[in-house]
């Protein structure tokens, strides 16, 4: 990889596990309000996807794990607005 391209990939990479950390983090918030999913799912799979994201080494491994990333982050988004609780607005990068 060019050094450019290496150093968005890092960037993008790093991004990516932030705000991965983020839903993990908006989840253990739900978790002490008790809405927490009780068989886990959305936690093991947001543990899933940041190991996913930390292996990564190339672009396409990144960019498959934005939209299910996405996806837990609207599901979140969605269980924190119905309590009224105001809710982080994640910025993915574009690989």
């Known amino acids: 990889m060019k050094k450019d391209k290496m ?3 890092l960037d993008d990479k ?3 596990v932030d705000n991965l950390e983020s839903l993990k983090i908006n989840l253990e918030e739900i978790e ?3 809405l927490f999913d009780p068989d886990e799912t959305q ?9 996913e994201a930390k292996a990564a080494d ?7 794990v934005i939209p299910r990333a996405k996806t837990i982050e609207t599901k979140l988004d969605s269980w924190f607005s119905k ?3 105001e809710t982080l607005e994640l910025s ?3 690989i």
């Open 7 to 9: 150093h968005k990939f």
């Open 14 to 16: 790093s991004q990516i």
């Open 32 to 34: 002490k309000i008790s």
């Open 43 to 51: 936690y093991n799979e947001i543990l899933s996807l940041i190991d």
């Open 58 to 64: 190339n672009d396409l491994a990144l960019s498959e």
């Open 83 to 85: 309590e009224g609780i």
């Open 92 to 94: 993915w990068p574009v």
